[in-house]
């Protein structure tokens, strides 16, 4: 008689833990209001001036980073730290650019447009809070000699 009174145990064991396993799954992450930009890396391929070396700064929001100047060498990389760690914030419209400029030291000014890299907010209303996102663009010319500079930023959602 032990098998028939087992049986009706195991199965109201069961029903027990089934309602937990078929619980509704939590809610899907809202998406993003806005983002935090930020200036993540420059790889120099090829400089801007005839003798080897530029002088850079970011202008964003209006304001110029660092407020010397990096310098730069083909093949040099320069990091966050090196542009005082700039970084603005985008809603899911509109858009921040981050403008790169070469200056003449000893005069540390706005400097020559090399040009630009844009973080659209439609890529921001992508992201749900916390979620990151890193793209890079090129930007290339000719000034004193032909230039070429990898820039990348990151978007992380908020």
Do not use: H
Request: charged share 20%; glycine share 8%; aromatic share 10%.
């Amino acid at each position: 008689m032990r098998p028939t009174r087992l049986i009706p145990a195991l199965a109201a064991a069961a029903a027990l833990t089934v309602p937990a396993a078929t619980a509704a799954p939590a809610l899907a992450s809202a998406a993003s209001t806005s983002c935090r930009v930020e200036f993540y890396d420059l790889d120099a391929v090829n400089v801007d001036e005839a003798d080897g070396q530029d002088e850079l700064r970011l202008l964003v929001d209006s304001y110029l980073y660092p407020n010397g100047w990096v310098p730069m060498r083909a093949g040099d990389d320069a990091d966050p730290g090196d542009f005082d760690d700039v970084s603005t914030t985008v809603g899911t419209t509109g858009l921040v650019s981050f403008a790169l400029r070469e200056v003449t030291p000893p005069v540390v000014s706005s400097g020559t447009g090399l040009g630009y890299i844009y973080a659209y907010g439609a890529t921001c209303a992508t992201l749900t809070p916390g979620q990151t996102y890193v793209f890079t663009k090129r930007i290339t010319g000719t000034d004193e000699t032909y230039y070429a500079y990898d820039i990348k930023l990151r978007m992380v959602g908020l």
